[in-house]
């Protein structure tokens, strides 16, 4: 416990260190683009901050590799060698979102290069090997190479693509991405308790690596947020999320029989449980955007973050809320593997759930006295307003409401003996 401790430590201290000399080397370069229509920020915020995260990761990643309990599951392993894994593939990844970040990309190119850092995954060793599925579908079942090199960059590029849709608020991405860390990295430490394997561990550090770098991140990140993971930092955090899912997955099910009632489909649980929120909004804004005719990469203003702040809630309010859901979802299914609960508590455990979510999106009644019905300014630690800039006018115009220079309030300045400061300078 003290050395996935230590490397979580290890990790956000780097991260919290670096993200400074990274802001200022993001001004240098102008990675602050101009504000976009569906961006709910108002001033130019640097981008990049990717590259501190990425930093934080190799650290706790060298330094968890060195640990005496968890170097043995990293760099002992023959048939994987996840830290040399995440690091190429990280670096291959982080270096795909500072050019998008930077220049702009295609979506394609882009794609491509999560594939390819899927791949440099599979390459070391990280991969599905097999599937836990019920007695029903076939029991587990194992997948030759072809196959489990197509599943792994697959969930892999799904899983990158849906933290990256959900970046759209201050802190927001790497908070649900820490919490999902966290329900991961609980889960594997409850089944070490009957599991002795390489693949636990192996899961557990690279989960307790992750939520230190987020958790480093996010002092900078929370709103108003002083700088951006950008997909530099989205892209990299969804792939170490990704390889927890593939090394946490295939675990032998008749191990953990006597955990709980569903031991056979809690492994495919567990990952879709942490995710449900951004394959919630990736699948929603694929839909919606196909629907429209437009490309599934084609930005818009309809994520879930969007729709809370439209309804009425703040920036911050609606990232809490977005907590809470991830929060609710993962840990409810870990807390249920703990204990045992048949199989159609389940359903009815998720209907409540989404029965409180829906409630917490709800805007709150005005009449009600609510923080909505108070003047806003008063009480509110909301952070700078966000929304839409104010429209900037032509010059004609400015020029045609400017005052006359020698008006009635220039004579009676000059009269004083005092010097005249025009409230609208000249233009050179």
């Given amino acids: 416990m003290r050395e996935y401790l230590f490397m979580a430590l290890i990790s956000a201290a780097v991260t919290y260190l670096l993200v400074p000399l990274v802001r200022r080397f993001a001004i240098r370069i102008g990675a602050m683009p101009e504000i976009r229509d569906r961006d709910v920020h108002t001033t130019p915020t640097p981008r990049l901050g990717g590259l501190a995260m990425y930093g934080g990761l190799v650290a706790g990643l060298v330094l968890a590799g060195q640990l005496t309990h968890s170097g043995s599951a990293l760099t002992g392993n023959t048939d994987a060698q996840p830290v040399l894994a995440l690091i190429v593939a990280g670096g291959l990844i982080t270096l795909t979102g500072f050019l998008d970040d930077w220049w702009g990309m295609d979506p394609f190119i882009k794609l491509a290069g999560q594939v390819a850092a899927a791949g440099v995954l599979v390459f070391f060793g990280m991969r599905l090997t097999s599937l836990p599925l019920p007695e029903a579908w076939g029991g587990p079942t194992s997948l030759d190479y072809t196959l489990s090199t197509v599943i792994t960059i697959l969930v892999v590029v799904v899983t990158i693509n849906a933290v990256n849709f959900v970046d759209g608020l201050d802190g927001l991405a790497a908070g649900i991405v820490c919490i999902a860390g966290l329900a991961t990295w609980a889960y594997s430490i409850i ?33 108003p947020a002083k700088i951006f993971m950008g997909d530099t930092g989205a892209m990299l955090i969804g792939l170490v999320l990704a390889s927890s899912i593939i090394t946490v997955t295939p675990v032998d099910t008749w191990a953990i029989v006597e955990m709980n009632k569903f031991p056979v489909v809690l492994p495919l649980l567990i990952p879709a449980a942490v995710l449900v929120l951004p394959l919630i909004d ?27 702040m439209d309804i009425g809630h703040s920036h911050r309010r609606s990232v809490l809320i977005m907590y809470a859901w991830t929060f609710l979802f993962s840990f409810g299914i870990v807390g249920m593997s703990t204990v045992g609960v048949p199989v159609l508590l389940f359903p009815v455990v998720i209907v409540l759930a989404v029965a409180v979510l829906v409630l917490m999106a709800l805007p709150r009644w005005r009449s009600k006295g609510g923080a909505h019905s108070a003047p806003r300014g008063k009480g509110d630690d909301d952070g700078p307003p966000t929304g839409p800039m104010p429209p900037i006018l032509p010059d004609t115009e400015v020029r ?13 300045a000059s009269a004083e003996g005092k010097p005249v400061i025009p409230a609208f300078p000249s233009r050179s």
């Fill in 400 to 412: 045609r409401q400017e005052p006359p220079a020698d008006g009635p309030s220039a004579e009676r």
């Fill in 282 to 308: 990736l699948i929603t804004a694929v839909v919606r955007r196909t629907s429209y005719g437009l490309s599934p990469f084609s930005p818009d203003r309809g994520h879930l973050h969007h729709r809370l």
């Fill in 191 to 223: 089944i070490s308790q009957d599991i002795n394997g390489s693949n636990i561990t192996a899961t557990a550090a690279i989960a307790a690596v992750l939520i230190g770098t987020c958790l480093g991140f996010l002092p900078h990140n929370f709103h």
